[in-house]
Every structure is written in C-alpha cells, then in structure tokens.
Nanobody, 119 residues
Framework: QVQLVESGGGLVQAGGSLRLSCAASGRTFNTYSMGWFRQAPGKEREFVAA????????YYTNSVKARFTISRDNAKNTVYLQMNSLQPEATAVYYC????????????WGQGTQVTVST
C-alpha cells in the first residue's frame, strides 16, 4: 500500500502563488508517476499535471501550462506543484495521486488539500 499526504493549500489572493507538496510513504519503490488533480465545487475531478518519476518528464493540462510547475524529489518521495498567478477559477480541492503501472494509471490518492483564490 501507498499513503499520500498533501500539504500547502490555503487562501490566497488573485495573482498570488502557492506551493503544494505531497509526501508518499509505504510501497513506493516502483513508483511510475505522480500527479495532481483538482475538483471545484459542482464539477468533476480534472487532471492538472503529472511527472514521470524516473525521467522527470512533465505533463500539464493546457489551462495551467504557463503558470504551474510540477516537480519531484525522489529522495524524499515527494511531489510538488508550484502554482503562480492564481485566479479564482483555480479554487478547488487538489488531490495528489500516484501510479505504479503507467503515466496516467493512478492507483493511489491523497485526501486532498483546499486551495481558495479570492478576488
């Protein structure tokens, strides 16, 4: 089993920045990728970003490409999401996820961290 614990969410004004962290523990030795999803009120959960654990290749949904950066620290089994120039539409619960099988075959999910962007 794998456990994921997110941190770093909070309230920020429009134009501000936040950095989310997600620490993985347990059976992480065969991690293939990690990623971030978000779910806004009344909407479906959507993909935000992912990173290949070995090669470090990154993937983003179009709406965040120029402003969000996903990165990882393999030694700490931690993935980060740096979010800049935040706008109110980014308000959502952000979930960390991990795959042992393929880039987007996410098997494990964190409990989520709330990000609220005020005007």
């Amino acid at each position: 089993q794998v456990q994921l614990v997110e941190s770093g969410g909070g309230l920020v004004q429009a134009g501000g920045s936040l950095r989310l962290s997600c620490a993985a523990s347990g059976r992480t030795f065969n991690t293939y990728s990690m990623g971030w999803f978000r779910q806004a009120p009344g909407k479906e959960r959507e993909f935000v970003a992912a990173i290949n654990w070995i090669g470090g290749n990154t993937y983003y949904t179009n709406s965040v490409k120029a402003r969000f950066t996903i990165s990882r620290d393999n030694a700490k089994n931690t993935v980060y999401l740096q979010m800049n120039s935040l706008q109110p539409e980014a308000t959502a619960v952000y979930y960390c996820t991990l795959s042992n099988r393929g880039l987007y075959d996410f098997d494990y999910w964190g409990q989520g961290t709330q990000v609220t962007v005020s005007t």
